[in-house]
């Protein structure tokens, strides 16, 4: 059984979780993490998507044009490469062997970028939450806490 956000909850979030997604759900998501052409972000909408939440994708005019948008909740969402965004993960803080000051340099001001635009979406009023690509090894755990963040 899958979890529906707009359902009313009789029973406690912790119980529910068990079950959320169900055994066969569960590997079509890995399979599908484990191909090559599955972008993290088509990942992170198909599991929003599994547990009940609808969304906007890329909303124009918006501060780092977030790759979702959940208005009724007022969040948004960033899926984030380790490496191009600096994650502290092995993959985000292993840089290439050539052209290293290039890189660091580089991935400084994406970083740079990334706080300014959750600094100026929060002043705004919205709720952000950051998706590492390195998360979704564990889609499971991911989803658990996009709707910890989401319904918080
Ligand atoms: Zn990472």
């Not at 068990?18 to 599908?32: I, V």
């Amino acid at each position: 059984m899958l979890l529906c956000a707009k359902k009313k909850r009789s029973v406690p979030l912790a119980e529910q979780r068990y079950d959320f997604l169900t055994p066969a759900a569960r590997s079509e998501l890995m399979s599908k993490i484990g191909g090559r052409n599955t972008r993290p972000e088509i990942v992170v909408r198909s599991l929003l998507h599994k547990i009940g939440f609808r969304f906007r994708l890329h909303v124009k005019g918006m501060a780092g044009k977030p790759d979702i948008v959940l208005p009724r909740y007022k969040t948004v969402i960033f899926v984030h490469g380790c490496f191009w965004h600096g994650h502290s993960c092995a993959k985000g803080v292993t840089l290439p062997k050539t052209r290293k000051e290039f890189w660091t340099e580089k991935i400084a001001r994406t970083k740079e970028r990334d706080k300014e635009n959750i600094e100026s979406l929060h002043n705004l009023g919205w709720r952000v939450i950051v998706v590492w690509e390195c998360e979704l090894k564990n889609p499971l755990e991911l989803a658990q806490r996009m709707e910890r963040e989401i319904l918080a």
